[in-house]
């Protein structure tokens, strides 16, 4: 456990030393802003719309719900947007210590190769934890000037977590396969959008093979979680997911050795 | 404290080590000598549970290197080829992270840290970032990144490369002044190097162990003969045939030296000749200038044994 937390301050300490940590929260925060606004605005103009014609027929106004118009689609871009922060976080926690010979510090340290491995992993959550959580600015004002639900919020925030958690450990995996942190960053982001889109090949097979291909996609799990659903099924594919993921990455750096 | 046993190592299909066989005991300062792909790196790594073995054992403080890997590691302090710095990380946090890693109790890290920046000589460059640093202090504090946990063992590889020569020998006194307390192996390539700092060396080429003694022993054993120099002032082709006639002498060269003759003289072991000489070249009425043994450097047992293996 202690040694846990010494690789996981380590690799914190590296984020906020090296611009990583403010470059990818500021990026992600600013895109997120851009489309928060744009939706934001458009459903206001939606509201006003509709307002406008309720009292020309002279209708009750139609009661439009800020979670469906608003938050959904949020967490939708959000959870875009993160594929494309995550590789900047996970690319150089392997490689890097394989480029500079510091790995040689680490294997023959007293801590166990799982120990890293989660203080990595768990140093790597961390940073998109605060990347995410600094997306509640956003809430704030949703849940200050309008009454959405607070259920679905909560559950969409639990969503891009597991999602996320999922995705670094992909990318963690592949950091852990190459000693050049553009090589991991640029496969992460391949691996990402692979796994991101491969649902929609499911529209274009078979039905049986649809089935499997959509039930692999990493965003068509996140789908109940945006709605407010938290589905077990769901819960356990990501953490299945998360656990192969580390599972590999901890294989690889084994298999290093044997070579 | 150090125990290798039939060790073997294969990257891939090409050899690295190959039985190597050789102790270590506690409190002795052993030298690991060989030229460029001899298998030292390889051989350390293995010791220091980097990567396990194809073949054959290796034993740390009674611990095997495979079975026992955290009991050894706990014991051991490892200065890689290159030191394992994070560039980022100022000199005190870097030594501050790899005191917790090493299992140091909480309380006594920042004691430690001191006591070990002040023995490498780096308490002045504690605030400075690694990756700033020149080669020597970075070199330095791979130093004190092995030592920091007071480990019993010690390898170090090649732990005086890309110094000037006053770290070097700063370095040396250093490694030194470790001997008694701790168990230390270090690699290198040059000779003058181990003969100053080990009481024991071990010589190792192409993957394979071919010598291992004390520097003073390994010079009388590894040559089956002793060289004498002569200079000599008379005729040179009847003292040559005179000295031929000397019971013991295996070979003579004889060259024109300033108007005498110079002899490079190669007689058995361990049987000094130079009084029989000196009479019979003072009987004869000859000129004799000097006379000397010449011994046999490490320098020059090390480029027989590697020209030797090329040879075969
Ligand atoms: N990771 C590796 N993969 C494949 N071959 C390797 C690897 N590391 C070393 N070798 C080979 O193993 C042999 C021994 O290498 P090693 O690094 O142990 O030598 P060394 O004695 O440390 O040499 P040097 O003095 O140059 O450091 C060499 O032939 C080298 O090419
Ligand atoms: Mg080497």
Same mark, same amino acid.
């Given at each position: 456990?202690?040694?846990?937390?010494?690789?996981?301050?380590?690799?914190?300490?590296?984020?906020?030393?090296?611009?990583?940590?403010?470059?990818?929260?500021?990026?992600?925060?600013?895109?997120?802003?851009?489309?928060?606004?744009?939706?934001? $605005?458009?459903?206001?103009?939606?509201?006003? +719309?509709?307002?406008?014609?309720?009292?020309?027929?002279?209708?009750?106004?139609?009661?439009?719900?800020?979670?469906?118009?608003?938050? +959904?689609?949020?967490?939708?871009?959000?959870?875009?947007?993160?594929?494309?922060?995550?590789?900047?976080?996970?690319?150089?926690?392997?490689?890097?210590?394989?480029?500079?010979?510091?790995?040689?510090?680490?294997?023959?340290?007293?801590?166990?190769?799982?120990?890293?491995?989660?203080?990595?992993?768990?140093?790597?959550?961390?940073?998109?934890?605060?990347?995410?959580?600094?997306?509640?600015?956003?809430?704030?004002?949703?849940?200050?000037?309008?009454?959405?639900?607070?259920?679905?919020?909560?559950?969409?925030?639990?969503?891009?977590?597991?999602?996320?958690?999922?995705?670094?450990?992909?990318?963690?995996?592949?950091?852990?396969?190459?000693?050049?942190?553009?090589?991991?960053?640029?496969?992460?982001?391949?691996?990402? /959008?692979?796994?991101?889109?491969?649902?929609?090949?499911?529209?274009?097979?078979?039905?049986?093979?649809?089935?499997?291909?959509?039930?692999?996609?990493?965003?068509?799990?996140?789908?109940?979680? $945006?709605?407010?659903?938290?589905?077990?099924?769901? /819960?356990?594919?990501?953490?299945?997911?998360?656990?192969?993921?580390?599972?590999?990455?901890?294989?690889?750096?084994?298999?290093? +050795?044997?070579? | 404290?150090?125990?290798?046993?039939?060790?073997?190592?294969?990257?891939?299909?090409?050899?690295?080590?190959?039985?190597?066989?050789?102790?270590?005991?506690?409190?002795?300062?052993?030298?690991?000598?060989?030229?460029?792909?001899?298998?030292?790196?390889?051989?350390?790594?293995?010791?220091?549970?980097?990567?396990?073995?194809?073949?054959?054992?290796?034993?740390?403080?009674?611990?095997?290197?495979?079975?026992?890997?955290?009991?050894?590691?706990?014991?051991?302090?490892?200065?890689?080829?290159?030191?394992?710095?994070?560039?980022?990380?100022?000199?005190?946090?870097?030594?501050?992270?790899?005191?917790?890693?090493?299992?140091?109790?909480?309380?006594?890290?920042?004691?430690?840290?001191?006591?070990?920046?002040?023995?490498?000589?780096?308490?002045?460059?504690?605030?400075?970032?690694?990756?700033?640093?020149?080669?020597?202090?970075?070199?330095?504090?791979?130093?004190?990144?092995?030592?920091?946990?007071?480990?019993?063992?010690?390898?170090?590889?090649?732990?005086?490369?890309?110094?000037?020569?006053?770290?070097?020998?700063?370095?040396?006194?250093?490694?030194?002044?470790?001997?008694?307390?701790?168990?230390?192996?270090?690699?290198?390539?040059?000779?003058?190097?181990?003969?100053?700092?080990?009481?024991?060396?071990?010589?190792?080429?192409?993957?394979?162990?071919?010598?291992?003694?004390?520097?003073?022993?390994?010079?009388?054993?590894?040559?089956?003969?002793?060289?004498?120099?002569?200079?000599?002032?008379?005729?040179?082709?009847?003292?040559?045939?005179?000295?031929?006639?000397?019971?013991?002498?295996?070979?003579?060269?004889?060259?024109?030296?300033?108007?005498?003759?110079?002899?490079?003289?190669?007689?058995?072991?361990?049987?000094?000749?130079?009084?029989?000489?000196?009479?019979?070249?003072?009987?004869?009425?000859?000129?004799?200038?000097?006379?000397?043994?010449?011994?046999?450097?490490?320098?020059?047992?090390?480029?027989?044994?590697?020209?030797?293996?090329?040879?075969?």
């Amino acid at each position: 456990m202690r040694n846990i937390g010494a690789i996981f301050g380590k690799e914190m300490k590296s984020y906020f030393v090296s611009p990583i940590a403010y470059v990818v929260i500021a990026v992600f925060l600013v895109i997120s802003g851009y489309f928060f606004y744009g939706m934001l $605005s458009s459903f206001v103009q939606l509201c006003i +719309r509709a307002n406008l014609q309720a009292h020309y027929y002279r209708m009750a106004p139609p009661k439009l719900n800020v979670n469906e118009w608003v938050i +959904r689609p949020l967490f939708h871009n959000l959870s875009v947007i993160g594929i494309f922060m995550l590789p900047l976080i996970t690319m150089r926690l392997y490689s890097e210590e394989k480029r500079s010979g510091t790995i040689e510090l680490l294997l023959t340290s007293p801590i166990t190769r799982v120990e890293t491995l989660l203080g990595k992993f768990l140093a790597a959550l961390a940073l998109y934890g605060i990347m995410i959580g600094a997306t509640l600015l956003h809430q704030v004002f949703l849940f200050g000037y309008g009454n959405p639900e607070g259920g679905p919020v909560l559950s969409g925030y639990i969503g891009l977590l597991l999602e996320g958690a999922a995705f670094l450990s992909v990318g963690l995996l592949i950091s852990s396969l190459t000693k050049n942190q553009i090589i991991a960053a640029v496969g992460s982001f391949g691996a990402f /959008l692979i796994l991101w889109a491969i649902g929609w090949l499911a529209d274009s097979t078979g039905p049986g093979l649809g089935k499997v291909l959509s039930s692999l996609s990493l965003i068509e799990h996140f789908d109940n979680f $945006s709605k407010g659903i938290i589905d077990t099924g769901d /819960l356990i594919f990501y953490l299945s997911f998360i656990f192969l993921g580390l599972f590999l990455t901890y294989r690889s750096v084994e298999s290093e +050795r044997w070579r | 404290m150090i125990e290798v046993e039939n060790l073997t190592k294969y990257y891939g299909s090409q050899m690295a080590i190959e039985d190597v066989n050789f102790t270590v005991e506690k409190g002795e300062i052993l030298g690991f000598l060989g030229p460029n792909a001899a298998g030292k790196t390889t051989t350390m790594r293995i010791l220091t549970c980097y990567m396990p073995a194809t073949k054959g054992t290796a034993r740390v403080a009674g611990y095997d290197v495979f079975e026992d890997s955290l009991q050894v590691r706990r014991r051991i302090g490892y200065l890689p080829e290159n030191p394992p710095l994070y560039n980022d990380m100022s000199v005190s946090s870097y030594l501050g992270f790899v005191s917790r890693i090493k299992g140091i109790e909480s309380n006594q890290r920042a004691k430690r840290v001191e006591e070990v920046m002040e023995r490498c000589s780096i308490t002045e460059v504690k605030d400075r970032v690694i990756g700033k640093l020149s080669k020597g202090y970075k070199q330095r504090v791979g130093l004190a990144q092995a030592l920091i946990h007071d480990p019993e063992v010690l390898i170090l590889d090649e732990p005086t490369v890309g110094l000037d020569p006053k770290q070097i020998i700063e370095v040396r006194e250093l490694i030194k002044s470790l001997g008694g307390d701790h168990t230390v192996v270090v690699s290198s390539h040059i000779l003058p190097e181990v003969s100053m700092t080990c009481q024991r060396v071990v010589i190792i080429n192409e993957g394979k162990v071919v010598a291992e003694d004390t520097p003073e022993n390994l010079t009388a054993k590894l040559k089956g003969s002793e060289s004498i120099y002569l200079e000599v002032e008379g005729p040179q082709e009847e003292i040559l045939q005179a000295l031929k006639g000397v019971k013991g002498i295996l070979e003579v060269k004889a060259e024109p030296k300033d108007g005498r003759s110079a002899f490079y003289l190669e007689s058995e072991l361990k049987k000094d000749i130079r009084r029989e000489l000196s009479s019979l070249i003072v009987g004869k009425g000859w000129g004799l200038y000097e006379i000397r043994s010449r011994g046999m450097s490490l320098e020059e047992i090390f480029l027989h044994l590697t020209t030797k293996e090329e040879e075969v």
